[in-house]
């Protein structure tokens, strides 16, 4: 039997303005997926039938298409039948819903200062309202519904890798994150090390505004007493760990380091264990999640040693 061209999944993905569509999207383009936003239904089959991209030799990479009350000619029960008829013809089709609660979705767009496209002359709240009745049919019928109220971006990318990935791509992703425990621990940890036993460059004045990234601030750190022994140990049992969770099926691992301000020594700890990963021969991704955030209003200790 020859195999239909085109895409061997699609993934039609939907949700509430302000739910994380276009974040939804992104993820999956950089795991490898086609996407196109906003595509009417009615144009899907000319999609399908499109040659591929001049210079691709993979006519058949999953496709995402956005669609929302925003697309042309959207109807609910329409796109609902449409993926049906879709998998009738043999095609692995799904739906992913992304919703919102309303005083999230209210909250997103007053900060971005942005209208909701179903409350151009009125309350946003009524626009809101409108907009999940027109949605609902969707919704119901979802294969994946993700719910992202208090969640960051990089929280739904995470879980979108899971949900998505490629489980047949070679070793794990893995990404090393310096983080700050008083603007909360990250919910993708897998891994999680607390630096605030080491020495503190909080209380040296010339230190105090510099990075974990500087060298002076490196040095700094590095001569705590404990310091040697800590990095030792620390990325001996991350990389006896780290063969375990490849080999249980684990395709994304973060490994989080933190300290009170997120900015001294979980940063300068996370590019050196990185370093020591890639040493090991794992290829890790560095991120620092709150290095360029401003100060928060979390006190330091009056005890050096004990705070940020």
Request: hydrophobic share 35%; proline share 6%; charged share 30%.
């Amino acid at each position: 039997m020859t195999r239909k061209p085109g895409p061997r999944r699609i993934l039609f993905v939907t949700g509430m303005s302000g739910s994380g569509k276009k974040t939804a999207l992104k993820a999956l383009e950089d795991m490898g997926w086609e996407t196109v936003d906003n595509l009417p239904v009615s144009l899907l089959d000319r999609l399908l039938a499109a040659s591929p991209p001049e210079g691709s030799h993979d006519d058949g990479r999953p496709l995402a298409l956005g669609i929302d009350s925003r697309t042309r000619d959207f109807d609910s029960r329409q796109i609902v039948g449409r993926a049906q008829s879709l998998r009738d013809g043999g095609r692995d089709t799904s739906i992913l819903f992304l919703d919102a609660s309303g005083a999230e979705i209210t909250r997103r767009y007053s900060e971005t200062r942005s209208r909701h496209p179903m409350a151009q002359d009125r309350q946003i709240e009524d626009g809101i309202t409108l907009e999940r009745e027109l949605l609902a049919p969707l919704r119901a019928a979802a294969d994946d519904l993700i719910d992202t109220t208090g969640r960051a971006s990089n929280d739904l990318q995470a879980m979108l890798r899971d949900r998505f990935g490629d489980s047949t791509s070679s070793g794990a992703t893995l990404t090393v994150m310096s983080f700050a425990f008083s603007r909360g621990v990250p919910r993708e940890a897998d891994l999680m090390f607390d630096m605030r036993f080491l020495r503190n460059p909080h209380w040296d004045p010339e230190l105090r505004p510099r990075s974990g990234l500087d060298p002076e601030v490196a040095e700094y750190i590095a001569a705590d007493p404990a310091y040697d022994e800590a990095r030792s140990r620390i990325g001996a049992l991350i990389s006896l760990l780290l063969p375990r969770y490849e080999a249980e099926g684990k395709n994304y691992i973060t490994i989080a380091i933190g300290c009170t301000g997120g900015k001294h020594r979980s940063v300068h700890f996370a590019e050196t264990l990185a370093s020591l990963l890639r040493e090991a021969g794992f290829s890790p991704t560095v991120r620092h999640r709150d290095l360029t955030q401003p100060k928060s209003n979390a006190r330091e200790s009056t005890v050096p040693g004990e705070g940020s």
